[in-house]
């Protein structure tokens, strides 16, 4: 079983350019009782997508440090899926090892167990490139988790449909779940944050953002939920030079439905269902 420590080295989105994070406007603050960046604790018992929500840790072999990251069950009919994001899964170009997924992870503790991933996907460029702002619309990636006795979704409820979304999109009121780690954030427990996207890109399937959530270090690869669906990932925080700060999403498009069909194909071969 792989051990949490509290000396994890987040992967921090914001870090990734250098951009500090900088509180929300009070009027942006769209969550009700949202903080300076527009989150809230998620209140117990977690329940529906928030008990398929969970920590994504992992172990970069080379630096010797462990990761944190979000992650989300996705529905399958291998029921063995997880959502997040790729760059929770490349570090600096090399795959983390160790991975295990916590879902509905709480103070601590990961009530639901802890289970080992066992195939990683990420789109290809995030195996051969190095990170820059055009990787943003692809930063989505999937594990697989070991089946044990019975398949992931068996313990956490089915998995959230895909809202597949084509650039120009924008959505209001998304729910963004995570665990955000640093100042006033305690890291081992669920926070949400209610935002309005607009489009963010014009190149491949383009990018959400969000102006009412500021992602601090362990959000990533959290879920963007959209009526009962999952439209997305948290991807990084004012990565394009905002002075104001922001959050961009990774949608799910027509290239992530193919890398998910593919995943799902794998692990029925890896863990038939029965």
Known sequence: MLRL??????????????VSQRNVPV???LTPDGDRLGYAPVPRPYTG?????????????????????????????????????AH????DGRLLKRLAFLPGYDRGRPPLGVWPVVRTWVPARWRSR???????????GLVGVERRKRPLEDVTGRGLPPMPTARGTELRGLELLGYPVGRGYPGTKMYRCVGDTVEGGSEGPGLMVTRNCHAAAGGSGGPALYGGSVAGVVSSSSPLSDAKGYTVLTRLGDRFGRMLARADRAMRLLTPTG
Do not use: M, N, Q, W
């Open 5 to 18: 420590v509290l000396s994890l080295v987040l992967l921090d989105p914001a870090a990734l350019t250098e």
């Open 130 to 140: 190095p990170f820059s702002s055009e990787l943003l619309p692809y930063d989505v």
């Open 27 to 29: 009027p942006r603050v």
């Open 88 to 91: 929770c899964l490349y570090h």
């Open 49 to 85: 997508a928030r008990r398929l929500t969970g920590v994504l840790l992992g172990r970069d072999p080379v630096a010797k440090t462990d990761v944190l990251c979000g992650g989300t069950v996705i529905g399958t009919r291998s029921r063995s899926l997880v959502l997040t994001a």
